[in-house]
């Protein structure tokens, strides 16, 4: 296991066991990365520019995103423990990757903007697919990793020369596992090479704009047909991992408003009284009260009375087609007059 892996892996489990939840950890929180400027070679256009339309796109859809750019491989383990702690407790969690990638021996890795790839010994220095899943499969219901990284570059050839066989491969591997509800996708099938011409990140913001209430399968769906179609089928995005049976959609979800009363509708009402028996009034109406009578919508005076008790008297909001109110009446403390036998007056007894 690499540093990067039980780095994560610890802080996880010191979570885990302190019980420590950030007041701020949200529902829906997601890591959008965008690499252009490499250091070695191979500088990209519009890896950072397709990041971030795709982070605000995230945005107007109730995420929390923490938006990078440029990350040397340090930046890029700090950008992971940041999402680490946002993203503790939260339901959903997704990383969106725009930069070079590679795949050695059918593992995929990342390429920071600092790496030079001239042996395989510098995969080291990469980050591997692994870490990116073990972020988001924290999350409660549904995580999500999105790699617009299958650009032509140069490390393959690079990792290949002077071994005699092919170490590396073009493009990124076929993802056999993603663990938990989670889901990887890819700008374009495994192997397959993907222009830097930002086709992918428009067809997700234009899905996110037009169709957020729809499954994430069938959202990434329509992303994929976008592609195809802009591209002439030579660009066909593809998605792996599998789903349960629950709806998973990116538009943010919607806080019931309480029912607005609609004019001339009336609230039947039940006052149930401890101890039973008590007498009820409703003083803003003039018929007597009984069990289920109809009030209008509104705030509404209610006396409630028995003997021996303290009377009930508050103005009490009704609102609900059939509602049901408890009074709970407290008893009247009666002091009773004591003669202790220490006290200095004593009562006149006849002798």
């Known amino acids: 296991m690499n540093k990067c892996n039980r780095h994560i892996i610890c802080l996880g489990i010191v979570m885990l066991f302190t019980g420590w939840l950030p007041a701020w950890a949200a529902e829906r929180v ?39 750019k440029d990350l040397d491989r340090q930046s890029m383990l700090d950008a992971l423990s940041d999402l680490n702690r946002a993203a503790v407790g939260a339901r959903w969690i997704v990383i969106y990757y725009a930069g070079h990638g590679i795949q050695v021996h059918n593992k995929n890795y990342l390429i920071p903007v600092n790496v030079a790839l001239n042996r395989r010994g510098d995969l080291f220095n990469t980050i591997p697919l692994e870490a990116l899943l073990l972020e988001v499969n924290q999350a409660q219901e549904l995580g999500l990793v999105l790699l617009d990284s299958c650009r032509n570059n140069p490390f393959v050839a690079q990792l290949n020369q002077g071994t005699g066989r092919s170490v590396a491969a073009r493009g990124m591997a076929r993802v056999e596992s993603t663990g938990g509800n989670t889901l990887v996708g890819f700008s374009t099938r495994e192997g397959d090479i993907a222009a830097d011409n930002g086709v992918y990140a428009q067809a997700l913001v234009a899905q996110l704009k037009e169709h957020p209430g729809q499954d994430v399968r069938q959202l990434l769906g329509g992303v994929r047909d976008q592609v195809m179609r802009q591209t002439h089928q030579s660009q066909q995005p593809y998605t792996y991992g599998s789903l349960g049976g629950h709806y998973y959609s990116f538009a943010k979800p919607a806080t019931p408003s309480p029912p607005t009363p609609s004019p001339g509708r009336c609230c039947q009402l039940w006052v149930k009284t401890v101890p039973d028996g008590a007498r009820v009034r409703v003083m803003s109406i003039g018929p007597k009260y009984r069990d289920g009578i109809q009030v209008k919508p509104g705030k509404h005076r209610i006396r409630v009375e028995k003997e021996g008790y303290q009377p009930y008297d508050q103005r009490v909001k009704i609102d609900q087609d059939k509602q049901v109110i408890t009074v709970d009446l407290k008893p009247i403390q009666v002091a009773q007059a004591s003669t202790s036998i220490d006290s200095p007056f004593k009562p006149d007894i006849p002798r």
């Open 30 to 68: 997601a890591l959008v990365i965008g690499n252009d400027r490499y250091e070695q070679e191979a500088r990209l256009r519009r890896a950072v520019s397709d990041a971030k339309i795709v982070g605000d796109a995230l945005s107007r859809v109730g995420f929390q995103v923490i938006y990078k």
